[in-house]
């Protein structure tokens, strides 16, 4: 129901932007909250930028001021903008979506979503 598209391979202090299609079946403006999560090698998978209905946006303090999390929901999509790529955002990258209502911490949390995507990769080499 969730597709990701965008990653790609960059040098440090470049731009990606990721895109995350939602399936006709499940249209993006039934999620309460979307979020983008990331999973580096050898790491636990951790919360990125969420977003609720409202537009609210949350971010992880090692993204702050370099992403930029987005939702269209007429388009049924949903957005991570990435600018001054380090590499240690280097993972892959994941969109996940749920109908439920929680708090802006509780959103970060990867246990607190139903839906994900396949994932896409962002490399960003020095």
């Known amino acids: 129901q969730l597709v990701e598209s965008g990653g790609g391979s960059v040098q440090a202090g470049g731009s990606l932007r990721l895109s995350c299609a939602v399936s006709?079946?499940?249209?993006?403006?039934?999620?309460?909250?979307m979020a983008w999560f990331r999973q580096a090698p050898g790491k636990e998978r951790e919360g990125v930028a969420t977003?609720?209905?409202?537009?609210?946006?949350n971010y992880a303090d090692s993204v702050k001021g370099r992403f930029t999390i987005s939702r269209d929901n007429a388009k049924n999509t949903l957005y991570l903008q990435m600018n001054s790529l380090k590499p240690e955002d280097t993972a892959m990258y994941y969109c996940?979506?749920?109908?439920?209502?929680?708090?802006?911490?509780?959103?970060?949390?990867?246990?607190?979503?139903?839906?994900w995507g396949q994932g896409t990769q962002v490399t960003v080499s020095s």
């Open positions: 996940a979506a749920d109908w439920r209502r929680m708090t802006a911490i509780q959103a970060l949390s990867v246990n607190r979503y139903n839906y």
């Open positions: 006709a079946v499940s249209a993006a403006y039934s999620f309460i909250y």
């Open positions: 977003i609720d209905i409202d537009g609210n946006t």
